[in-house]
Structure formats: C-alpha cells, structure tokens
C-alpha cells in the first residue's frame, strides 16, 4: 500500500505564490511518477503536473506552464509543486497522486494514477 499526505495548502492574495508538497510512503516504485490535479466545486479534477521518479521528465498543462513548477526531493518519495502568480481561477482542492507508470499524455489522466492523497485547499483571492 502507498500513502500519499499532501500539505501547504492555504489562502493567498492573487499574484501569490504558495508550495505544496507531498510525501509519499508505503510501497512506491522506480518506474512511478508522481501528479499533482486539482479540482475546483462543480468541475471535473484536472490535471496540473507529473514529475517522473528520477525528477528530470515533468509535465504540466498549459495554465500551469511557466508559473507552476513540481519537482522531487533528494529522498524521492517527496514531491513539491511550487506555484507562482496564482490566479483566482486556481483555487480549487489540490490531490497528490501516484502512477505505477505513465509516459507522455497519459499522466495527465487520473485514471492513471492509483494512489491518491486526501487533498489540500488553495483558495486564492482576488
């Protein structure tokens, strides 16, 4: 089993910047890449970011790209997702997630992702 415990959620005024991160423990593989979704109420969770095990192949969508930057810790099992410039449409509960493996557009599915942390809020104000 994998644990996944997401943290530094928050409120933030816009042009803010918050770091979330999450820590991973349990079994967890070599092959895995660790998302980052978020899902705002009323809408379907979406993804934000994918960082593979070794931490040199990242995603992001298009929102995400040049304002929100994941990365790993030196123990791997901890991801970060550092975000800049926020924007009220960002807020929204944040979830970490595990994939057993995934490449290219396909870590940005959910259905890829096997684990799931319990979410952190990020609300950004206007």
């Known amino acids: 089993q994998v644990q996944l415990v997401e943290s530094g959620g928050g409120l933030v005024q816009a042009g803010g910047s918050l770091r979330l991160s999450c820590a991973a423990s349990?079994?967890?593989?070599?092959?895995?890449?660790m998302g980052w979704f978020r899902q705002a109420p009323g809408k379907e969770r979406e993804f934000v970011a994918a960082?593979?095990?070794?931490?040199?192949?990242?995603y992001y969508t298009d929102s995400a790209k040049g304002r929100f930057t994941i990365s790993r810790g030196n123990a791997k099992n901890t991801v970060f997702l550092q975000m800049s410039s926020l924007k009220p449409e960002d807020t929204a509960v944040y979830y970490c997630?595990?994939?057993?493996?995934?490449?290219?557009?396909?870590?940005?599915?959910?259905?890829?992702?096997?684990?799931w942390g319990q979410g952190t809020q990020v609300t950004v104000s206007s």
């Open positions: 997630a595990l994939s057993a493996g995934c490449s290219g557009n396909g870590c940005q599915s959910p259905l890829r992702y096997a684990y």
């Open positions: 349990g079994r967890t593989f070599i092959t895995s890449r």
């Open positions: 960082i593979n095990w070794s931490g040199d192949t990242t």
